[in-house]
Every structure is written in structure tokens, then in C-alpha cells.
């Protein structure tokens, strides 16, 4: 079983910056990080793999967004920077025993909020 939980959530300006973190609990797999705006379906962010470190982005957040992994403390981050309203969403980890960033993730974190004032 794997527990996760995410922080970092809060209201920033456009053009600023944010670092969300999921600490997890249990044993390591690839993370991924996803939103949901209201009215709107879940997306997809990014994935990082279980080792190796490759990573993939959707189009709308890459060269904006940043996840990273530190498997010591068991921690995946989204460092999100040049923020825009329509980052705004609440923010979801999930952990996937698969390699691929469009497989299915088993457990997911119970989300944090992100607002981008403009």
C-alpha cells in the first residue's frame, strides 16, 4: 500500500512561482502529478520514472514546470514557475507500479489547491 501527500498548494500571482511537494509512503514507484480545474476533466502534468530519473511533461506546462524525485525521503516535487491563471487547479500526485506516464496510477494523494491571480 502507498500513502501519498501532498503540500505547497497556495494563491500566487501570474508570473510567479510555486513548489509542490508529495511525500510518500511505502515502497517507491514512477510518480506522476496531475490537475483538475473546475468544470474540467483531470489532466495530466508530468511523470518522473522510478529510477533513471527521465522524465515527460504535457505540452501546456513544459519549460514552465519542473518534477523532480528525491528517493531518500521518498519525495516527488513539481516546482511550477511563470504561473498562469489557467494553472489554477487542484493538484494531484499519484504513484504507478508501470514505467509509462500514460498507464494507470494505482494511488493518488487527496490533492492540493493552486490559484494564479491575475
Given at each position: 500500500?502507498?500513502?501519498?501527500?501532498?503540500?505547497?498548494?497556495?494563491?500566487?500571482?501570474?508570473?510567479?512561482?510555486?513548489?509542490?511537494?508529495?511525500?510518500?509512503?511505502?515502497?517507491?514507484?514512477?510518480?506522476?502529478?496531475?490537475?483538475?480545474?473546475?468544470?474540467?476533466?483531470?489532466?495530466?502534468?508530468?511523470?518522473?520514472?522510478?529510477?533513471?530519473?527521465?522524465?515527460?511533461?504535457?505540452?501546456?506546462?513544459?519549460?514552465?514546470?519542473?518534477?523532480?524525485?528525491?528517493?531518500?525521503?521518498?519525495?516527488?516535487?513539481?516546482?511550477?514557475?511563470?504561473?498562469?491563471?489557467?494553472?489554477?487547479?487542484v493538484y494531484y500526485c499519484?504513484?504507478?507500479?508501470?514505467?509509462?506516464?500514460?498507464?494507470?496510477?494505482?494511488?493518488?494523494?487527496?490533492?492540493?489547491?493552486?490559484?494564479?491571480?491575475?
Amino acid at each position: 500500500q502507498v500513502q501519498l501527500e501532498e503540500s505547497g498548494g497556495g494563491l500566487v500571482q501570474a508570473g510567479g512561482s510555486l513548489r509542490l511537494s508529495c511525500a510518500a509512503s511505502g515502497r517507491r514507484y514512477a510518480m506522476g502529478w496531475f490537475r483538475q480545474a473546475p468544470g474540467k476533466e483531470r489532466e495530466f502534468v508530468a511523470h518522473i520514472a522510478r529510477i533513471g530519473g527521465s522524465t515527460y511533461y504535457a505540452d501546456s506546462v513544459k519549460g514552465r514546470f519542473t518534477i523532480a524525485r528525491d528517493n531518500a525521503k521518498n519525495t516527488v516535487y513539481l516546482q511550477m514557475n511563470r504561473l498562469k491563471p489557467e494553472d489554477t487547479a487542484v493538484y494531484y500526485c499519484a504513484s504507478s507500479r508501470g514505467s509509462s506516464w500514460y498507464g494507470e496510477y494505482e494511488y493518488w494523494g487527496q490533492g492540493t489547491q493552486v490559484t494564479v491571480s491575475s
